[in-house]
């Protein structure tokens, strides 16, 4: 396996567009991450997925944006009604039994 | 919960140069601490982690980090810069023994080598 992987890596989109983001873990972790960085911040958790349960959001997560893990093995999360604040790199990341995680490489979000 | 501080948002070194970031933490319960480094337009890459095992920790790149309780830091250390280091560095810390799994990261420290 080689790493964590995102894809599209770019997505430029209207405001009011939907968007649709997936990430592929690494196949024996069984956790895996959302996380969201905007232009000179730390990533910021949006959310965590144990297997297929969705166990924890963040309160950034508005009622816009949803996430999902179907069988416990990829994970898409889709932004509904893009606004221009929630252009960002989305960071998705996944941790089998150690400490640290394994990052992927990010879809960088425009909304114009 | 859980907040780290990393203290200066840029720091300016000379090519073989010591390197000194600082991170300080705040946990309510044991903590694991990490450092991860990030390259313009690329995910995070871990540089270290910090699991209780030993207070001075080893990682990738020639990079250290030493965990002081007592200081409530956990500061990255090189002892010599290469051009390769100029990146942005993040320090993150995690609840130890919780069911909590977040990482909670610090706002950065972009790190310049000058030749």
């Known amino acids: 396996d080689t790493g964590v992987s995102q894809n599209p890596r770019h997505k430029i989109t209207k405001r009011g567009q939907n968007v649709t983001f997936r990430c592929d873990p690494i196949?024996?972790?069984?956790?895996l991450y959302w996380y969201r960085q905007t232009l000179g911040q730390g990533p910021e958790f949006l959310t965590y997925f144990q297997n297929e349960a969705q166990l924890e959001k963040s309160r950034l997560l508005s009622d816009r944006f949803s996430a999902e893990r179907p069988k416990g093995s990829f994970s898409t999360l889709e932004i509904q009604r893009t606004e221009q604040g929630d252009s960002a790199m989305y960071l998705c990341a996944s941790s089998g039994s150690g400490y640290g995680y394994t990052f992927g490489s990010g879809t960088r979000l425009t909304v114009v | 919960a859980q907040s780290v501080t990393q203290l200066g948002s840029h720091v300016s070194v000379s090519e073989g140069a010591l390197v000194l970031l600082r991170c300080n933490y705040s946990?309510?319960?044991?903590?694991?601490l990490f450092w991860y480094v990030q390259y313009p337009n690329q995910g995070l890459q871990l540089l270290l982690k910090y699991t209780s095992a030993a207070t001075l920790v080893k990682g990738i790149n020639g990079f250290e980090a030493e965990f002081k309780k007592s200081e409530t830091s956990f500061h990255l250390t090189k002892p010599s810069a290469h051009m390769s280091d100029a990146a942005e560095y993040f320090c993150a810390v995690r609840a130890m023994n919780t069911g909590f799994q977040k990482l909670v990261f610090g706002t950065g420290t972009r790190l310049l080598v000058s030749p």
């Open positions: 196949s024996e972790h069984n956790r």
């Open positions: 946990s309510s319960v044991p903590p694991y």
